[in-house]
């Protein structure tokens, strides 16, 4: 009868570790994906702000070039900056594009929207061009924040 006892008593032992093991490794698992979660979370947000700064910086860039194209001044400086502007705006667009695909839509109407600021042909039609990119931008944020 001990060796029984004994015997029932490996068992459940056995039993109760290799349950224990398949809880904690279920439990990992959960953290795991959490933890993956959340950073593609923070990933997606950084590459969103960092696309709306360099967007906005560009479309600031744009308005002091076109300002000073549509008034007759001296504008290569200028030029040369948004061209520097227009540049930074590839990696956060990259990121996004590749962390949150659905919002390359919203991304692409914002900087379009941004570079058409070189198209103005009118110190109004730089303002409406203006308004229009920064609502585009503002869309794109709103989208982000319905998906995040």
């Given amino acids: ?33 959490e933890q993956r979660v959340r950073e593609l979370r923070q990933q ?5 702000t960092g696309l709306s700064a360099a967007l906005a910086d560009h479309r600031r860039a744009m308005w002091l070039r076109e300002q000073a194209r549509l008034s ?3 504008w290569e400086a200028a030029r040369a900056a948004s061209h520097e502007t227009r540049a930074a705006i590839t990696a ?8 949150a695909p659905s919002l390359t839509g919203a991304a692409r109407t914002a900087a379009d929207a941004t570079y058409a600021l070189r198209d103005a042909d009118t110190p109004a039609a730089l303002e409406a061009g203006r308004t229009a990119a920064i609502s585009a931008v503002e869309d794109l944020v709103k ?4 998906l995040f």
């Fill in 44 to 48: 997606r947000l950084e590459a969103v």
């Fill in 92 to 99: 956060p667009m990259t990121a996004l594009v590749l962390l």
């Fill in 143 to 146: 989208q982000a924040s319905d």
């Fill in 1 to 33: 009868m001990s060796i029984w006892t004994s015997l029932i008593a490996v068992i459940g032992t056995l039993g109760g570790a290799a349950t224990a093991s398949l809880m904690q490794q279920r439990s990992a698992r959960a953290d795991r994906t």
């Fill in 72 to 74: 007759g001044g001296d």
